[in-house]
């Protein structure tokens, strides 16, 4: 690795660890509350090197879930080999539990941010939850779980659809009920419409 591979490497580093400090201390203190400088001694950073990649406290906000992917990606390693349904399961609940660290009020603020920018797109096909979304869909269909009426992208669509508007009635009710507890309600009832009637047309055999 070269000197400016090396820097390059650091940069990504040091801008992730004032990302997960952020997001640690917004969960506990709110984000309106949140301090530059409690961020920069969490992180182990100077305010400098935290100027250097932010303009400042708001545009955290500004760069929306980017230590979200970060924090799935770890915390589904374990998972990598395991069946897509129970990946698919470990990803909806440790999105669901990042999002309840954050805590209702800083999401809602993120949310008001993403409605009044008029350049906000929905989700980028290039971020690594979404693709491992994809990716558990696309198995199951393989394996016929899923009916071929809709297709793995289109079923990945949904439930992000779905779950942003289940994250704004929690936002809603001021972060009163479980954000888990709703989802899994939610999605067994789905399933019954995503899932392949493997016995169909049995009965007339």
Known sequence: MDYQQRRQLKAQVTRQAILDAAVTLAGQVGFEKLNIRDVCA???????????????????????????????????????????????????????QYMEELGWETMALYYTRRLADPTASSMSPRRYTLRTMEACLTELSKGEVLTPEYSPQWVADFFFRHFRGVVIDWILHRGSYSLWDKLIQDYTLFELSFQADKGEGQGEK
């Open 42 to 96: 969490k992180a182990g950073v100077t305010t400098g090197a935290f100027y250097h990649h932010f303009k400042g406290k708001d545009d955290l906000l500004n760069q929306g879930f980017a230590s979200l992917d970060n924090y799935l990606e770890s915390a589904l390693a374990p998972y990598d080999t395991a069946p897509p349904m129970e990946r698919l399961e470990a990803l909806l609940r440790f999105y669901t």
